[in-house]
Structure formats: structure tokens, C-alpha cells
């Protein structure tokens, strides 16, 4: 096990970058003998939704762990036959938040993430999410292209 790496945190949003560093981290972890943590983080939007019918929390909630097992789906079919044991955690609330924050739950982690998934027009706009997980997490952050 390494001494100063104890466990990869690799978010996921289904995006082919993010595939990319599940990836990576897959062999980094295997590598290193650490455990491996898959994290999809939701987002959760409630009330009109451009046009939509109102939306309740529930059925947000619902969205969101359709998307959880769609983004782990995307991840574990890449990993083929070489898939180590990986914990899935889905989160809800802004993603470089939640990601730093969940970083910060467990010391000498490492993230490893794509540099933009899903949100390239938010992330334009607004600063992306692998920048301000960058910049805030406790520990080592490598991007993936």
C-alpha cells in the first residue's frame, strides 16, 4: 500500500473524460493497492425545468439515481474483465463541493476526474468543476483530457 496515497476518488458523470480517469485510477489503484471509490454527484433541480411540468423532489431524487447507475454502468463496462473492487457513492449537492468536501472525509486521497465532463457550456461560464475541485481539495488532483 503506499504511504501517502490511501484511496482514489474518481467522480463520474457518464462523459467519455470521465471514463477516461476512471481509467487511469483503475490502474492507479490496482497499482498502489488501494481501494478504489466511484463517486457520481447530483445535482438536484426543483420546480420548472426550461418548460417542464413542475418536478417534486422525489422524482428528482429518482433522475438522479437513474443517472448514478448510468454513469457507474458507463465506468464499470470500460473496466472489462480487469475490475477491481470499487464502492460506488452518489451525493447530492453542487459537485466541486461536494467533491472537495467528500475528499476531505478521507486523508491522503487522491482525485483523479476528467477536466470537463457533461457541463462544458456551464463550465465555460461559471468556472468548471475539475478547476475548483483543483484548487480546493485537501490532497493530490490529477486531470484527465
Excluded: N
Excluded at 84 to 102: F, L, M, N, Y
Excluded at 112 to 123: E, F, K, Q, T, Y
Amino acid at each position: 500500500m503506499s504511504e501517502h496515497i490511501h484511496r482514489i476518488l474518481v467522480p463520474v458523470d457518464g462523459s467519455e473524460q470521465s471514463t477516461r480517469a476512471a481509467l487511469l485510477a483503475r490502474d492507479l489503484a490496482v497499482a498502489l493497492g488501494v481501494p478504489l471509490t466511484l463517486l457520481f454527484v447530483y445535482e438536484p433541480v426543483y420546480g420548472s425545468l426550461a418548460g417542464a411540468a413542475q418536478l417534486t423532489k422525489e422524482e428528482v431524487q429518482a433522475a438522479g439515481r437513474l443517472a448514478a447507475a448510468d454513469a457507474f454502468g458507463a465506468v464499470e463496462t470500460a473496466f472489462g474483465d480487469r475490475v477491481p473492487e470499487a464502492q460506488r457513492q452518489v451525493s447530492w449537492g453542487q459537485p466541486a463541493e461536494e467533491v472537495v468536501a467528500i475528499a476531505r472525509q478521507h486523508p491522503q486521497a487522491m482525485v483523479v476526474m476528467g477536466r470537463r465532463g457533461l457541463g462544458a457550456v456551464a463550465g465555460a461560464l461559471l468556472g468548471s468543476v475539475s478547476q475548483a475541485v483543483l484548487r480546493h481539495a485537501p490532497g493530490p488532483v490529477t486531470l484527465v483530457s
